[in-house]
């Protein structure tokens, strides 16, 4: 007989608003503790430096948190012109200087070149692994880091309202998955003729969570257990906004549940269709309100991929 699991079979997602200074590991850490859940994980790590959204999965939550680590972004960032870093944030050791200071006028003309699908080299200090090896730990070895250009897709970029004066300009910005906002300030300030880094990064939206409706650390802390799942804990199918829901009956959910597959008449294989992002073959199966199973359609067949016990 196994040895039962520490924790509560508490799942779902709470939409943290990390502060500045934490690590997202630390962050997970606390809300696992708050929670006293069996288990937690994180969608996209925010740097210790970094605020703002960092959803934290709970229990059965974690098995969709790879739907939301590709779901699209938004950041807010503010450059300091004048130096360069390592780092290309506040915290690295500086590596070039400059005397150029770009207007406002002058950054807005250069972002549309970086708006759409984009070549991007990650940064040296970036958690990408090169040979097995973090590219940062490398880094700081003082190891030569070569990285390989890569599409990356912004939507939207704009000089946002400030601080925006001489020595600082900042920039919202709405992006793909693997987008690099020091990335950008580096390339943006190259192509400026200037030398910037990021002074300060705050994560505003990842999918469905917003600024909105994010807790604090503080804010959990203040509340009591019962009120904590009652009025922050969101529906494990959160992370799932773009995947075409469908309803089956009981029956069928129990098969789903068997790991079994269950034919769909052809009313459904139509509707289901329709609501299919373009490659993909994914659907959610829910019974009585409660997530089933993520599917795979094919050839009016729904084959379960990942099984949720709620």
Known sequence: MGRRKKGQAISGWINLDKSYDLTSTYAVSRVRRLFDAQKAGHAGTLDPLATGILPIALGEATKTVPFLVDADKAYRFTIAWGRTTATYDREGDIVAESDVRPTVAQVEAALPAFVGEIDQVPPAYSAIKVD??????????GEPVELASRKVNV?????????????HVTIEIECGKGTYVRAIVRDLADALGACGHV?????????????????????LGDLGY???????????????DDIPVLAVTDEDAFRLKQGRSIVLGPR????????LKPGSRTVSAMAGGSM???CEMRAGRLEPSRVFNL
């Open 199 to 219: 002074s300060a990064l705050r994560r505003t939206r990842v999918g469905r969570f917003t600024e909105a409706t994010a807790v604090t650390l503080e804010m």
């Open 268 to 275: 459904q294989v139509e509707a289901v269709k329709a609501r």
């Open 155 to 167: 939507h939207s970029a704009r000089v946002a309202e400030g601080p925006n004066d001489a020595d």
């Open 226 to 240: 019962e009120a904590r799942q009652s009025e922050t804990l969101l529906p494990v199918e959160t992370a799932l």
């Open 292 to 294: 089933v199973a993520l």
């Open 132 to 141: 097995g090896e973090r590219a940062y730990d490398l880094a700081r070895a």
